[in-house]
């Protein structure tokens, strides 16, 4: 049912509930994970692929480390890095590479910025069309 699952993680503790929960879903349904983090800071957003900072060593880190911690739970994890604004590489990557699923954490609101911006995941959901698993992290 789900072969592929994109794991939207951005390496904070709210990552930990996703992280959970789809560790048990994947072992259910024998999935494949990618877990994907959007570096957006100045230097991703600039420079992209190019771009050389400490937080791209950090993400690059931190994902190596939640890959490793499925596969040691003998889960197929890849690892994958973008650049850029969230909701728009993750509507890229589904688009461009496709998935079963979506899994997704929510910080629930932060109001002023909701309203006129969007939180990533209202954005992702209202552009794609496989299913999203929105958990929110407490």
């Known amino acids: 049912m789900y072969d592929t699952i994109l794991v939207t993680l951005d390496g904070t503790a709210s990552d930990r ?7 048990e879903l994947a072992k259910l349904a024998k999935s494949r994970l990618v ?5 957006d800071g100045w230097a991703a ?3 992209g692929r ?10 690059t880190a931190y994902l190596q480390q939640v890959q490793l ?6 889960i ?16 890229k990557w589904v688009e461009q590479r496709g998935c079963d699923l979506v899994a997704m954490s929510t910080h629930g609101h932060r109001f002023l910025a909701d309203v006129f911006l969007g939180t990533t995941a209202t954005r992702v959901r209202h552009r794609i069309s496989v299913p ?7």
């Open 35 to 39: 877990l994907l983090h959007v570096a």
């Open 76 to 91: 197929t994890a890849e690892a994958e890095l973008a650049y850029g604004d969230p909701a728009d590489e993750i509507i």
């Open 17 to 23: 509930a996703i992280i959970e929960h789809v560790k």
């Open 69 to 74: 911690e499925f596969q040691k739970a003998g």
């Open 132 to 138: 999203i698993l929105l958990l929110r992290a407490r």
């Open 50 to 59: 190019d771009a050389v900072s400490p937080e791209i060593r950090d993400d």
């Open 45 to 47: 957003r600039t420079y």
